[in-house]
């Protein structure tokens, strides 16, 4: 299968040229070979390559950035998905689309599901969700991929909290969410090529936590001792809200796809053992 990739400069791009390139034909796009900011460019490229099924990655993905440049922020995700899934739908190529828990507002106190009603309260959210609902107005042929909080590969969440050893750690102390390893997301997807089950799934692994317990955790695994500071997210100056419950239910992955995901610790503890092995950096 060709298969094109946007954002191929991004953590969860290059994971997925990684797993599927195995066995299928990866045409890898970053910011410099497509600018989907740039409606008749992108028809062109998408055109041109004419891949089975593009994969949608591309993204400003963060948080803070987007809340202090809220024009940019939907000049690329939301005006950026719609030039993507405009293409697709006029070459008639499926799409996948990557997209966020953070779509939903976090008033709920058990996890999300993909039908319960999405009303973000940060910029990051509203342009992921705006990106959703246009590709729903344009176009049947699409999976929207709710991801919880990305980590592994090139995602340097774990590592840069192991980098950080030796210096305080202070978290928000009420984030509850869904951790997600980048592979287990790669994996779930190459099931999805070969499918047309079209619609919106959430994916992550299983069991809410809250964060300053799974930075506690990470540091477990490598017997790092040393106190996480919890304070409340309106204590820290020009934060980007988050939702306070942002944990998603992947029942529905399971029941179509027969998918059934890892137990974050598991893929947490894999990511910080393959860490530890490496040599430190000069």
């Not at 299968?1 to 954002?7: A, D, H, S, V, W």
């Not at 998603?248 to 796809?257: A, S, W």
């Amino acid at each position: 299968m060709n298969i094109l990739i946007t954002g191929g400069d991004k953590p969860l791009g290059k994971a997925f040229a990684k797993h599927l390139g195995n066995k299928h034909k990866i045409f890898l796009m970053n910011e410099n070979t497509l600018d989907i900011t740039n409606r008749v460019e992108t028809l062109r490229t998408i055109s041109n390559i004419n891949p089975e099924i593009v994969i949608h990655c591309d993204e400003i993905d963060n948080i803070e950035k987007c809340e202090k440049n809220e024009n940019l922020a939907y000049t690329v995700n939301t005006i950026g998905c719609l030039n993507v899934a405009y293409s697709c739908y006029s070459l008639d190529i499926p799409i996948i689309y990557l997209s966020t828990n953070y779509v939903y507002d976090g008033k709920k106190e058990s996890p999300y599901y993909e039908t319960d009603n999405c009303t973000p309260i940060n910029v990051y959210g509203k342009t992921k969700l705006a990106g959703e609902k246009l590709i729903q107005t344009l176009y049947n042929k699409f999976f929207i991929i709710r991801c919880g909080w990305l980590f592994g590969e090139e995602n340097n969440f774990i590592q840069k909290i192991l980098n950080n050893r030796d210096v305080p750690v202070f978290m928000c102390s009420n984030e509850i969410g869904s951790p997600t390893y980048i592979e287990d997301v790669c994996t779930a997807v190459d099931i999805l090529l070969s499918t047309n089950y079209y619609g919106i799934y959430n994916c992550a692994n299983p069991d809410p936590v809250n964060k300053s317990l799974w930075v506690k955790y990470i540091l477990d695994c490598s017997n790092i001792k040393k106190e996480i500071i919890e304070i409340p997210q309106n204590y820290i100056p020009n934060c980007a809200p988050r939702p306070h419950y942002s944990a998603i239910e992947t029942t529905l992955l399971k029941n179509c796809f027969n998918i059934k995901l890892p137990n974050w610790r598991e893929r947490t503890k894999t990511v910080v053992a393959n860490i530890n092995k490496k040599p430190p950096t000069k």
